[in-house]
């Protein structure tokens, strides 16, 4: 048996969600056995990477001059390359650590829509790097709908929204391809944004992002309504006297705040709808739209897609996890779901 086969018989193929958020990681016959932020903590002076994952985000705005909490994918897209490989690497040596030869995986990866040829090329060289034996790429909002259980082969519209934290990506899906879409760098972390924005000029309040996150999922919501009496105390600094201040916002001043990025995102949805064939619309209509990823975990946001488009929304079961457990099914079964890779004619079974 040659080295190759043996390295392929102990490595643990898997699918990953590279989030700009979160990276979670499917193992085949498994499921999900990693779900860790996306930031890596690095001593600029040794260029050594000191932290990984949650224990790299609790850093996030507390780090020396020497240290640097950095998030490597921007956008969902890679920003920094040799920061994403080496926290693949870690992950995927985390996935294998039960085994004594080096780990070679083949390797799915999910990608936002409309990145460019070289933006795919450093995700799939960026996974070689890490230990990969194989890289296929696969949208993101296909995975999201195929870990949503939606018949995406079957002749009929689809529509996912994959609400994550930097993008929102809205597809509709047909015969297993993609017939329209739009991809926003409006997301999660624009709302968050928002909410940095919003104390800093009702309140003379300077946030963190941390600190704006934790309000949104805890009194933010998508609508006006029984949300607005809610309250949450936020701390910062007074930007008149530079010391630290604490006020109150409620949910209603939330709302407020996040309201214009939501508007956007309504926008391009209903333009998404508008540019699919009637065929679909109608099939759209009586089926729903599909929410995924973080974002949908926003208080009422179904609600607000259905006042604004008619049409019924729900929200997949949990929807964090749908991407992670797309590219999973995919590779369970490669053999009927190879068409949705993006490179199909390369795949080797």
């Not at 990693?34 to 609790?58: C, L, M, R, Y």
């Not at 799915?108 to 799939?124: F, P, Q």
Request: aromatic share 4%; net charge negative; charged share 25%.
């Amino acid at each position: 048996m040659a080295i190759s086969d043996i390295y392929r018989r102990f490595s643990k193929d898997i699918g990953i969600d590279l989030g700009t958020a979160n990276t979670l990681i499917y193992v085949k016959d498994k499921g999900i056995v990693i779900n860790e932020p996306s930031v890596v903590a690095v001593n600029t002076k040794t260029d050594q990477i000191i932290a990984i994952g949650e224990e790299a985000k609790k850093m996030l705005g507390k780090t020396p001059s020497h240290i640097s909490a950095i998030r490597p994918l921007v956008g969902g897209v890679i920003s920094d390359f040799e920061v994403t490989e080496k926290m693949l690497k870690y992950l995927i040596h985390k996935v294998h650590q039960d085994t004594f030869l080096k780990p070679r995986p083949k390797v799915i990866i999910s990608i936002h829509l409309g990145v460019t040829e070289v933006e795919k090329k450093a995700v799939e060289d960026a996974t070689l790097h890490a230990g990969a034996r194989e890289v296929f790429l696969i949208e993101e909002p296909m995975a999201a709908a195929i870990g949503a259980r939606l018949p995406i082969q079957d002749a009929s519209g689809n529509v996912v929204v994959d609400f994550g934290a930097g993008t929102t990506e809205i597809a509709v899906i047909s015969l297993g391809g993609i017939v329209a879409w739009k991809s926003l760098k409006v997301a999660g972390n624009e709302l968050d944004k928002n909410i940095i924005q919003y104390a800093r000029d009702e309140f003379n309040l300077l946030l963190g992002e941390k600190t704006a996150e934790e309000v949104k999922k805890k009194i933010g919501s998508a609508i006006t309504g029984e949300e607005d009496d809610l309250e949450a105390t936020i701390r910062g600094r007074d930007l008149i006297s530079g010391l630290p201040k604490e006020v109150s916002i409620t949910g209603h001043q939330v709302t407020e705040a996040i309201s214009r990025s939501l508007k956007v995102i309504l926008d391009n949805i209903k333009i998404t709808i508008e540019s699919t064939p009637p065929e679909l619309v109608s099939d759209i209509y009586l089926k729903g739209i599909v929410l995924t990823g973080g974002g949908s975990l926003l208080k009422n946001i179904d609600q607000l897609i259905h006042e604004q488009t008619q049409i019924p929304v729900h929200i997949a079961d949990d929807p964090l996890t749908c991407v992670a457990r797309g590219t999973g099914l995919v590779l369970e079964d490669l053999e009927s779901l190879k068409n949705v890779l993006i490179s199909p004619s390369e795949i080797n079974i």
